[in-house]
């Protein structure tokens, strides 16, 4: 990544299995991902993600587990 993309503006983007990612704000989302509203350079992107992603399991893992513990 160049450092003219790193000062270009992101978003914070969620899938299915509740994974985050980046993505550049001037490009369409692709298909299976969703914006969650939350906007910044590219740093300021994977910082909030960081923090907000505290458990990296994916979605239909995490439910398969709970159900096991039930």
Not at 2 to 29: C, F, M, P, T
Not at 49 to 58: A, H, S, V
């Amino acid at each position: 990544m160049s450092g003219d993309d790193a000062e270009q503006n992101h978003k914070v983007v969620i899938n299915q299995e509740e994974q985050y990612s980046i993505w550049l704000a001037e490009r369409g989302i692709p298909p299976g991902w969703r914006a969650i509203g939350f906007c910044g350079t590219r740093e300021a992107c994977l910082k909030y993600i960081d923090k907000i992603w505290t458990d990296m399991r994916p979605a239909s893992l995490r439910a398969r587990l709970a159900v096991r513990e039930q």
